[in-house]
């Protein structure tokens, strides 16, 4: 599934939540350990023109975003959670890319504040 988002990366790391992305399980003598690797998560690619607000599902973990803004104009990228986080902010055409990093503590939802009136941009967000 395929979402668009602009997003605007200052090469800033990024705390969500926590980092935790194992678990064990004990009983009856018996311990089962689970952890998520980063290939259990896909790439999630963001494609769109101008400002979006968007809702984007994102597991536990650390990402690394990478991203590219077409035109002339104000990229920013914001992230709110419990407490806001910038995450991108640029002028394209200098830069016209980058990439940045993000830990998310928790399993969610978050909203992602792209503001980019007049740009053409794609988001990449990369599980580690």
Not at 81 to 108: F, K, M, Q
Request: glycine share 10%; aromatic share 6%.
């Amino acid at each position: 599934m395929s979402k668009t988002l602009t997003l605007v990366v200052v090469g800033v790391l990024l705390l969500l939540g926590g980092c935790g992305s194992a678990g064990a399980v004990s009983g009856s003598g018996t311990t089962v350990a689970s952890a998520r690797t980063a290939a259990t998560v896909a790439p999630l690619t963001l494609t769109g023109q101008g400002s979006k607000v968007l809702q984007v599902d994102l597991e536990a973990g650390r990402y690394r975003v990478d991203w590219y803004a077409q035109g002339h104009d104000n990229f920013i990228v914001i992230v709110h959670a419990a407490v806001d986080h910038l995450l991108i902010n640029a002028i394209p055409p200098d830069p016209v890319a980058g990439e940045t990093y993000l830990s998310v503590r928790d399993t969610s939802t978050y909203v992602l504040e792209v503001e980019a009136p007049t740009l053409s941009w794609t988001i990449t967000l990369i599980p580690l």
